[in-house]
C-alpha cells in the first residue's frame, strides 16, 4: 500500500507556509490583511483542507459528505466575515496548484496520475460546494444589511431615534445630506438604481425604491446625479431634491422633496432634476383656498372652446412667443392672433396688461394642478 500520505503529511507545514505566501502576493484581499491573520485563522483554514486531501489521498476515496459539511460552514464563516467571494476561489486554487507541486516532488511515477486525479474530484466536488454555500451567506447577510438599511433609513424619514439602526447598519448619518424624491417611467431593477447611485457618491446610498426616496451624504450634484442615474438605468427619470442640515431637518427636507417632485408631475414637466426654486409660483398656486377656485374660474368661458384653452396653454409654455406657438399649432399667425383675441374677449382678461397675462398663466397653472 502507497504512503505518499505520510509522505505529503510531512511536507503540510512547507505547503501550507507556500499558500500562506503566495496568497498574500497574488491575491489582493489577502495582501490586506495583518500578518497575524494569515499565520493564525487563515493558516489554520488551510491545514484544515490538507487534512482532507490527505485523507482522501490515505483512503482512495471521495469527499464524504461530513467533509463537504465542514466546508460549507468554513465557507459560510468566510462570507459572515465579509470575505470576497473570488478571494476564497483564488486560494482555493493556489492551494491546489501548491499541493500539486508537492505532489510531484513527492510522488513516485506510478503513484502521480493517481494522486492527481484524487486533486481533481476534490476540487470538482468541493468548489461547486465553497461556492454555493459563499452565495447563500452572503445572500443573507445582504438581505439582513437591506433590512437594517432600510430600518435606518425610516428611522431618519420618521425623525425617530437612529442611533441604534445607524451603528447596527455601519453607516455614518452625521452631517448635511440631500433629500432625493424619484420616479421612473418604468420600474428599472433596483440594484441597478442602487448601484448607479453608490457609484456616483462613492459610498452606500440609503434608498427605498418603493417609496421613491435616497437620501446622499454631503452635498453631491444632484443634476448630474440624476442626469448619470437616468442614463445608467436607461429610463427617463424625474426627481426633486431638498436639502437637509443635519439627520433631525431630514424629514422636513423629505417631505418638501416629495411635493416638489409630485408638483412637477402634475404638471407634466419634462424629466430632469427640481428643487422648490423651480416651482416657486405654481407650489403656491398649489395651496387650496377660496381664491384658487376663484382664479381657476377665470378660464371657465374656454372650456367650451377646447382649441382655444390649447392655444392659451401653448402660447403660454412658448413663453408668449407668438412665432414659436404658431408654429407648434401648425396655424398662421393671423389665426393665433384671432384665438388669442377670442381669449381675451371671453375671459376679460388682455394678454396686452402685464398683470392680466399673469393672471391667465396662473389661472392655467391652477387648471393644470387640477
Not at 45 to 56: D, K, Q
Not at 114 to 124: I, M, V
Not at 174 to 189: C, I, L, Q, R, T
Not at 342 to 349: D, I, K, N, P, Y
Request: charged share 25%; net charge negative.
Amino acid at each position: 500500500m502507497s504512503d505518499l500520505h505520510l509522505r505529503m503529511a510531512a511536507l503540510s507545514a512547507d505547503v501550507t507556509s507556500a499558500v500562506i505566501e503566495r496568497c498574500r502576493a497574488e491575491v489582493p484581499y489577502y495582501r490586506e490583511l495583518p500578518r497575524q491573520v494569515l499565520e493564525g485563522e487563515v493558516s489554520r483554514s488551510v491545514e484544515a483542507v490538507h487534512t482532507l486531501l490527505l485523507r482522501t489521498l490515505r483512503d482512495g476515496g471521495e469527499v464524504r459528505p461530513g467533509d463537504l459539511t465542514r466546508l460549507i460552514e468554513w465557507s459560510a464563516r468566510r462570507a459572515e466575515e465579509r470575505v470576497p467571494l473570488e478571494a476564497v476561489t483564488a486560494a482555493y486554487l493556489v492551494g491546489a496548484q501548491e499541493w500539486w507541486h508537492s505532489l510531484a516532488a513527492a510522488a513516485e511515477p506510478g503513484e502521480l496520475a493517481e494522486a492527481g486525479a484524487n486533486l481533481l474530484t476534490c476540487l470538482r466536488t468541493a468548489m461547486p460546494a465553497v461556492v454555493l454555500a459563499h452565495q447563500q451567506a452572503q445572500e443573507d447577510l445582504n438581505s439582513e444589511d437591506k433590512r437594517v438599511r432600510r430600518a435606518l433609513l425610516t428611522a431618519l424619514l420618521d425623525g425617530r431615534p437612529y442611533e441604534g439602526p445607524a451603528e447596527a447598519a455601519r453607516v455614518a448619518v452625521a452631517g448635511e445630506h440631500e433629500v432625493m424624491a424619484f420616479a421612473f417611467d418604468a420600474d428599472p431593477p433596483t440594484r441597478l438604481v442602487q448601484s448607479s447611485l453608490d457609484a456616483h457618491t462613492g459610498v452606500p446610498v440609503l434608498m427605498d425604491p418603493v417609496a421613491g426616496i435616497a437620501l446622499l451624504p454631503g452635498r453631491p450634484d444632484l443634476p448630474d446625479l440624476v442626469a448619470t442615474l437616468a442614463r445608467d438605468v436607461g429610463e427617463p427619470l424625474l426627481a426633486a431634491g431638498a436639502p437637509a442640515a443635519d439627520p433631525a431637518a431630514v424629514p422636513a427636507a423629505a417631505a418638501e422633496a416629495r411635493r416638489v417632485l409630485d408638483l412637477v408631475q402634475r404638471l407634466g414637466r419634462p424629466p430632469g432634476f427640481y428643487r422648490l426654486d423651480d416651482v416657486l409660483l405654481e407650489y403656491q398656486l398649489a395651496r387650496p383656498g377660496d381664491a384658487l377656485v376663484r382664479l381657476a374660474a377665470k378660464l371657465d368661458p374656454l372650456e367650451e372652446h377646447p382649441y382655444l384653452m390649447e392655444t392659451l396653454r401653448v402660447f403660454v409654455d412658448r413663453g408668449h412667443n407668438r412665432r414659436q406657438t404658431a408654429l407648434a399649432l401648425s396655424i398662421h399667425r393671423n389665426t393665433l392672433d384671432y384665438r388669442l383675441q377670442r381669449v381675451s374677449t371671453l375671459t376679460g382678461l388682455d394678454f396686452a396688461v402685464p398683470a392680466e397675462a399673469r393672471l391667465l398663466q396662473a389661472a392655467l397653472t391652477v387648471r393644470d394642478l387640477g
